[in-house]
T-cell receptor
Framework: GDSVTQMEGPVTLSEEAFLTINCTYT??????LFWYVQYPGEGLQLLLK?????DKGSNKGFEATYRKETTSFHLEKGSVQVSDSAVYFC???????????FGPGTRLSVLP | DAGVTQSPTHLIKTRGQQVTLRCSPK?????VSWYQQALGQGPQFIFQ???????QRGNFPDRFSGHQFPNYSSELNVNALLLGDSALYLC?????????????FGPGTRLTVT
């Protein structure tokens, strides 16, 4: 079945550092790929998405590119802020399916 | 416009008991999905309801059941609770007419089984 793998956390960075969180997937066909963020005590918020190969999703300074050849969707941000501290989930969904498949999440802590 | 709402926020139950969690979808949405998020893990799909029918189900035992009402709100029922059922239960709503990935998540219900 489909699966999503993420780099293990926690990831601890200083403010203004560069962020990369790796995500790779295993799936049949060409799913759409997503990054969700979960702040403490809250539900999931969509951060960005890409629905086909080579698409780049971007939002709030975060970006990720759908790489079909490496089945990857790595999340990057050039300069993190303390307010970016959260858990980040990579996920996929097929256009014929109704449910997301999520990775295990990566906790990010940004120190001032 | 209220987003997806869930109740209760927190719940403590004893092993063997039964629990009911509730979800009200975002206005205009007719489809509700339920996910279980164990501590330190990603959400796992339980099932989805559309037109008051279970449309798709994940790999969860029959102890997990659901219902959707004519107003599109939904309930998740778990019978014979186990310690391993302790988790954050997330509800996501969507509209069948929208893109398949346009799902909005609620804040969740934290269930603790002792």
């Amino acid at each position: 079945g489909d699966s999503v793998t993420q780099m293990e956390g926690p990831v601890t960075l200083s403010e203004e550092a560069f962020l990369t969180i790796n995500c790779t997937y295993t799936a049949t066909g060409y799913p759409s790929l997503f990054w969700y963020v979960q702040y403490p005590g809250e539900g999931l918020q969509l951060l960005l998405k890409a629905t086909k190969a080579d698409d780049k999703g971007s939002n709030k300074g975060f970006e990720a590119t759908y790489r079909k050849e490496t089945t990857s969707f790595h999340l990057e941000k050039g300069s993190v802020q303390v307010s970016d501290s959260a858990v980040y989930f990579c996920a996929l969904i097929h256009n014929y399916g109704q449910n997301f498949v999520f990775g295990p999440g990566t906790r990010l802590s940004v120190l001032p | 416009d209220a987003g997806v709402t869930q109740s209760p926020t927190h719940l403590i139950k004893t092993r063997g008991q039964q629990v009911t969690l509730r979800c009200s979808p975002k206005s205009g949405h007719d489809t509700v999905s339920w996910y279980q998020q164990a501590l330190g893990q990603g959400p796992q799909f339980i099932f989805q309801y559309y037109e008051e029918e279970e449309r798709q189900r994940g790999n969860f035992p029959d102890r997990f059941s659901g219902h959707q009402f004519p107003n599109y709100s939904s309930e998740l029922n778990v019978n014979a609770l186990l310690l391993g059922d302790s988790a954050l239960y997330l509800c996501a709503s969507s509209a069948a007419r929208d893109s398949y990935y346009e799902q909005y998540f609620g804040p969740g219900t934290r269930l603790t089984v002792t």
